[in-house]
């Protein structure tokens, strides 16, 4: 008798280059594995090491246009409550089934709620989420802004001027002056594991050499969820469209190129709709592997 087995594929996102953008595992569950518990969950994850892999379970749609799934994800550590680039890989996965390829629009059931994934229309391939902007706020205590300005300055090695925090709820938003390399830094995420947020978002204004019209950059560290550096963070993005567009006077519904400046790196477009409380994200995914997972 073979050992029970599950169907795999890795897609980068926030690409449409192989071996850039993040990587993350997509696994539609059958109806026999349904109802895997969250230990198996977790450790699947950790055997593909990848910043998130995501886990769908076909549900009932309500519209005829719409497929609906339930989405999780996990880290190699925990489960996260939000997450853009295994969204995107999802969608492009489904996209690309025989189901997927005669509707324009995705539903997925999420711990934050149901989230929507959209085919970009004109051809371009990309896939639009429609995510919850975040609410900022600023950081009250003195001695906390001077412990993320220290903390940040040992993470980069020094050289470093903290313009602006924000804590935006599972990120804490830190811009920095935009005449710090922050594409070519070299970064020891392990000092943010002194600060008590779970992730940390690092962002300029400085112009990127690998997308001169991108209006930000940014790089993404989350050790206490078993991620060194997030390659490429749609969800901190839902922090990040709705700052940049104040700080850059960009009224909201303008689309604004961006660039995550990691060793892969990642190009996204974003939204911010300031009345429905939205940010959209925008971005292309390439499918680099598929394969089995025995159990």
Not at 116 to 134: Q, W
Not at 137 to 148: G, I, N, P, R, T
Not at 206 to 213: A, D, H, K, M
Request: hydrophobic fraction near 45%; include cysteine; glycine fraction near 8%.
């Amino acid at each position: 008798m073979s050992n029970p087995s599950l169907l795999y594929t890795i897609v980068d996102a926030f690409t449409s280059t192989p071996f850039s953008g993040n990587p993350a595992s997509v696994i539609i569950l059958p109806p026999s594995h349904h109802s895997l518990p969250t230990e198996s969950l977790l450790q699947i994850a950790a055997e593909f090491n990848l910043s998130e892999t995501a886990f769908l379970i076909p549900k009932t749609s309500t519209s005829p246009s719409t497929l609906r799934y339930g989405l999780r994800w996990f880290t190699p550590a925990v489960e996260v409550p939000l997450c853009g680039h295994a969204t995107l890989a999802s969608a492009r996965v489904i996209f690309s089934t025989p189901e997927g390829q005669q509707v324009d629009k995705l539903e997925f059931e999420t711990l934050s709620g149901t989230l929507v994934a959209s085919k970009v229309p004109g051809g371009s391939g990309k896939i639009e989420l429609d995510f919850p902007a975040s609410v900022l706020e600023e950081l009250a205590s003195v001695d906390e802004l001077a412990q993320v300005s220290e903390v940040v300055s040992a993470a980069v090695g020094g050289g470093v001027s903290v313009r602006a925090v924000r804590n935006a709820g599972f990120f804490l938003l830190v811009e920095v002056d935009p005449g710090f390399d922050l594409e070519g830094a070299v970064v020891d995420a392990s000092q943010f594991l002194k600060l008590r947020f779970d992730a940390i978002i690092v962002t300029s204004s400085r112009p990127s050499s690998f997308r001169p019209n991108a209006r930000f950059m940014s790089r993404m560290f989350a050790p206490r969820a078993g991620v060194a550096e997030d390659p490429v963070c749609g969800s901190a993005h839902c922090a990040l469209a709705p700052y940049w567009s104040q700080v850059l006077d960009i009224p909201p519904g303008v689309v604004i190129e961006v660039r995550q400046a990691s060793k892969r790196g990642g190009d996204l477009d974003v939204i911010w709709e300031k009345e429905s409380g939205k940010v959209r994200i925008q971005g292309s995914a390439v499918v680099t592997m598929r394969g089995e997972l025995y159990l």
